[in-house]
């Protein structure tokens, strides 16, 4: 079985520590490199090339969000998920545009750790609730508010489909068996999204279906 590979930065040691032997415990994952700051874990994403990266924000030398935006810029097949103590609006919409997957504060339990590096590795979105909320009250239209670009104009009927769901926090397999489909096919439809879109994640094709009012509270739960 080939494991998820996962990169860990952050500036604390004991941070390091103890979330490489809450992965470690699980059979699927492994822990192929640690970084102490943003520039080692630019470097080490090349060198180790994980699927996943966990990273802090507040860093020495380069700070989380540009470390999350080089590393989407040269590696985009590796998936950045967030792990900090901090959820103010300038940190979480700065990282979400750099291309991260996921956001997660720090007092989330082991448990939610380990499925958010599954969820982000299988192609999925992972929002702290709390980061959640900030996400669709900044992105969700006001009633009566015009929206963008038309769905219809970007995204097929079955891609937009795919994206309601996926709005939801829907995994690809409840996307598939919701609209009866293959698993394969689910994950074909939001590649061809995150094409039209010019995404490399969930999270930021969810952050423009947002902005251009494709979805509604309605859309989601």
């Known amino acids: 079985m080939d494991k998820i590979k996962i990169l860990i930065a952050d500036d604390h040691a ?6 490489r032997q809450i992965l470690e415990q699980e059979p699927d994952m492994d822990v192929v490199a640690e970084a102490a700051d943003g520039a080692e874990a630019v470097k080490l994403a090349g060198s180790s090339r994980p699927d996943v990266a966990i990273v802090d924000i507040s860093m020495p030398n380069v700070d989380g969000i540009e470390a999350t935006r080089q590393i989407k810029s040269l590696y985009p097949g590796i998936a950045v998920l967030i792990l900090s103590a901090y959820d103010d609006d300038q940190f979480v919409f700065s990282l979400l545009e750099a291309g991260a997957a996921g956001y997660l504060l720090k007092s989330v339990r082991g448990r939610e ?3 958010a590096v599954r969820q982000v590795y299988a192609g999925e979105s992972v929002l702290h609730p709390s980061i959640a909320r900030k996400v669709l009250n900044r992105f969700v239209p006001a009633p009566g508010k015009t929206a963008g670009q038309k769905s219809a104009e970007v995204l097929s009927e079955r891609e937009m489909e795919v994206m309601r769901l996926a709005t939801r926090g829907s995994s690809n397999q409840q996307i598939a068996d919701e609209l009866c489909l ?3 096919t689910v994950q074909a439809h939001l590649g061809h999204i ?4 010019q995404v490399s994640s969930r999270t930021e094709a969810v952050v423009r279906a947002l902005k251009e009012g494709w ?5 989601i739960p």
């Open 182 to 184: 293959s698993l394969r």
């Open 215 to 219: 979805v509604t509270l309605q859309d």
């Open 14 to 19: 004991v941070v390091r520590e103890g979330t």
């Open 194 to 197: 995150f094409n039209k879109l």
């Open 113 to 115: 750790l380990v499925d």
